[in-house]
């Protein structure tokens, strides 16, 4: 199971194990890989991205 790190901005924000996220920034998490998914979701220090879950 994959979880938001205590501290991190995802666990700040109430992202728990089992939330599915669908879209990140209005992009269709899909077809999309893991990585992917970790890399659109790291960007730069301080940007705000939106997530559907």
Request: charged residues 25%.
């Amino acid at each position: 199971m994959i979880a938001p790190t205590p501290g991190t901005p995802a666990y700040k924000a109430g992202i728990l194990p089992e939330d599915m996220i669908i879209k990140i920034d209005g992009k269709s998490t899909e077809d999309m890989s893991h990585s992917e998914a970790v890399s659109l979701m790291r960007g730069k220090a301080g940007k705000k991205l939106s997530l559907q879950l």
